[in-house]
């Protein structure tokens, strides 16, 4: 099984603040990695596939980038509606046995 | 509208079973891979099960692999969810999901809302 690990699990940031998240897979997924954002009692929402494709409706404020077994997700000048948790989700192998990271949570500072 | 509708949560007793079904609409549900995937209550998102979109190939977590059944009926556009030997930390939200179209496998854009199984006893 490949494990998705999400350093830190609590991020404090500030509105208007450029902010990068990480994403790391213990064995490469290629580019089989998404992101998923996930505010307080709703359902998750995919932001990105392909390690940097936005899915549709998502704001160019939010970049994907990485390949292998590194990634990021990047969010230039920071709103109030993107504080929430924040999933990566590798896809990889066929059948595809995904794993999810643990979420790395955006928080005011 | 493109949707999924998940049902038949509840209270359950460690070991025994439940079905989970969830329902798809405004969208061809036979063209799309689903799958299942849960939250605990506070925790992150867990994987479980997945299905291609003829049904041909489908395969589980470790955690839950010989316990849950993962099934489609394509005339009903249900996807199905059997899951038996429940434990308490089973206890979570189950949510169905579908694959991007134009993927055997891809990153998930529909999601249902839920259904909430608590195992206690």
């Known amino acids: 099984e490949i494990v998705m690990t999400q350093p830190p699990a609590t991020l404090s940031v500030s509105p208007g603040e450029r902010v990068t998240l990480s994403c790391r897979a213990s064995?490469?997924?290629?580019?089989?990695l998404a992101w998923y954002q996930q505010k307080r009692g709703q359902t998750p929402r995919l932001l990105i596939y392909?390690?940097?494709i936005r899915a549709t409706g998502i704001p160019a404020r939010f970049s994907g980038s990485g390949s292998g077994t590194e990634f990021s997700l990047t969010i230039t000048s920071l709103q109030s509606e993107d504080f929430a948790v924040y999933y990566c989700q590798q896809y990889n192998g066929w059948p595809p046995m995904n794993t999810f990271g643990q979420g790395t949570k955006l928080e005011f500072k | 509208q493109e949707q999924l509708v998940e049902s038949g949560g509840g209270v359950v007793q460690p070991g025994k079973s439940l079905t989970l079904s969830c329902a798809a609409s405004?969208?061809?549900?036979?063209?799309?891979?689903v799958h299942w995937v849960r939250q605990a209550p506070d925790k992150g998102l867990e994987w479980l099960a997945f299905m291609s979109y003829d049904g041909n190939s489908k395969i589980y977590a470790d955690s839950v692999k010989g316990r849950f059944t993962i099934s489609r009926d394509m005339p009903t556009n249900r996807l199905y969810l059997q899951m038996d030997g429940l434990r308490p930390e089973d206890t979570a939200l189950y949510y169905c999901a579908r694959v991007m179209a134009g993927s055997l496998r891809g990153a998930f854009d529909v999601w249902g809302r839920g259904t909430l199984v608590t195992v206690s006893s």
């Open positions: 064995q490469s997924v290629g580019i089989n």
């Open positions: 392909g390690a940097s």
């Open positions: 405004g969208f061809m549900f036979s063209d799309y891979a």
